[in-house]
């Protein structure tokens, strides 16, 4: 059985001071927070509100990469392949795929037909993928320039 974990990016006002949160008593004040919204708050005055949009949770995909690193949703992976008889490096991001209903990676890719060039997103089940080949490179909170289509 897959073990159920999760993972938040916090952001703050600013940027600067944006994070991730892995620790699991943080993110059940996390949900708190989430589940709290439209709840009615004490009289203060101060703002004792959740504000929910701060966080983005992303859940534990059940995998490792080839460091035994676990692999979250948002994560972006980094594999070697050879392309029109290069090798090339190209970044993947894992996403929730509700047509795969599982995790996949998806990567902008540079495609050509009949001598024209052009770029389209491709799509992998993370299931398929040999986690021996994925490279940990960053997140797409932290890193969205290693990802073309953010």
Not at 38 to 60: A, I, N
Not at 119 to 125: A, F, M, Q, S, T
Request: with cysteine.
């Amino acid at each position: 059985m897959r073990e159920i974990k999760f993972r938040a990016w916090v952001r703050e006002e600013d940027n600067e001071y944006s994070h991730m949160v892995y620790s699991a008593r943080s993110i059940s004040t996390i949900l708190s927070h989430i589940l709290e919204v439209g709840r009615q708050t004490g009289f203060s005055d101060c703002d004792s509100r959740p504000h929910p949009e701060r966080y983005v949770l992303m859940q534990y995909t059940g995998y490792k990469d080839r460091n035994e690193r676990e692999v979250y949703e948002g994560d972006i992976y980094a594999m070697e392949e050879y392309r029109h008889g290069e090798k090339t490096v190209t970044y993947w991001a894992v996403i929730w795929d509700e047509t795969e209903y599982g995790f996949s990676l998806v990567a902008n890719i540079e495609k050509s037909y009949m001598g024209e060039k052009y770029r389209e997103d491709v799509y992998l089940p993370l299931r398929a993928i040999d986690g021996n080949r994925m490279e940990y490179a960053g997140n797409i909170y932290e890193n969205p320039e290693l990802v073309s289509w953010m």
